[in-house]
């Protein structure tokens, strides 16, 4: 089950908060293209941009983050940037449960204050990368850009790695399923079938995918935050076990009526008629 998550609303700055970098004016020589993967770029943009989390490391090891982990830097009211720095919230995806945390950035330092958390239960692979990040997603941080990657670099070495991701539209995107719902409780998915329940919603009036175990199809009609669904017609394989439950999970949450959220990168469908659903991010 998960616990609600409550952070306090913060207003957007009118001009994007930047990251300002201390010392990374080119030198004598120094080309444009000279220094790329990790100089700091000055006036960087911070907020208002959704990171997808790449990787972290920790004490020297590097774990690939899974699907769905992000951070997205909100600015705090105008007039609260000064000496101090601008103040803001920071607010994401540990990898399974969500997060929020007070934030302050001056010059190119990002310090974390502490954080919240919902309280999913997670699968163990997951949940040891959302210690990992937890771990390094706190305190003073000094933050790297080059492109469209941002490098977060903590004082005894422990760094997260992400990329900027546009926005992912309802139709043409393949959605994996990440979490199941009922009513305002969610659980992770059955031991062993993460990755497997996807679908892409077309822009023909289609849903197609993979309940778990079968491949299905149907027709859909879209209107206004919500999904009228068709008949599901799908493989006839065997499916027992985890796959067996998650299988009929996802048919559940995809069955006549479907309420949907679309998030920047992230989907959640609840079934009018069983109250079920889930929770899916872009692949």
């Known amino acids: 089950m998960r616990t609600q998550l409550i952070v306090p609303a913060v207003a957007a700055l009118a001009a994007v908060v930047t990251l300002t970098a201390c010392g990374s004016e080119q030198g004598r020589g120094q080309g444009a293209g000279d220094g790329a993967g990790g100089s700091v770029r000055p ?3 911070v ?6 989390v790449r990787e972290v490391t920790v004490d020297g090891k590097r774990t690939a983050a899974p699907a769905g982990a992000h951070v997205e830097f909100t600015a705090g009211e105008a007039g609260e940037a000064g000496e101090a720095g601008a ?3 920071a607010e994401g995806n540990y990898g399974c449960n969500r997060f929020g945390a007070d934030v302050t950035i001056k010059g190119d330092t990002i310090t974390v204050g502490p954080g919240e958390m919902t309280e999913m239960g997670c699968p163990q692979g997951v949940a040891d990368f959302e210690e990992a990040l937890r771990a390094a997603f706190s305190g003073e941080l000094k933050a790297e850009v080059s492109e469209k990657n941002l490098t977060l ?3 005894g ?5 992400l990329t900027a991701q546009p926005a992912a539209p309802l139709a043409g995107t393949e959605w994996t399923v990440t979490a ?3 009513g305002e409780a969610a659980a992770s998915l059955p031991p062993g079938t993460e990755g497997r329940a996807h679908f892409v919603i077309g822009e023909d009036g289609s849903l197609s995918g993979n309940l778990g175990c079968n491949d299905f ?3 859909v ?6 999904l009228t669904v068709g008949r599901l017609s799908s493989t006839r394989k065997m499916c027992t076990g985890t796959a067996g439950m998650l299988e009929k999970a996802v048919a559940d949450a995809l069955t006549g009526q479907v309420s949907y959220e679309l998030g920047h990168r992230s989907l959640t469908l609840t079934s009018a008629g069983s109250g079920k659903g889930l929770v899916a991010v872009a692949g």
């Not at 907020?47 to 997808?52: M, P, S």
């Open 43 to 45: 006036e960087a943009p």
């Open 47 to 52: 907020t208002g941009v959704h990171w997808t």
């Open 87 to 89: 103040k803001g919230r």
């Open 153 to 155: 670099v903590a004082a």
């Open 157 to 161: 070495g422990d760094s997260i790695a």
């Open 180 to 182: 199941l719902l009922q």
């Open 217 to 219: 199809r149907a027709e």
């Open 221 to 226: 009609e879209t209107a206004a935050a919500m």
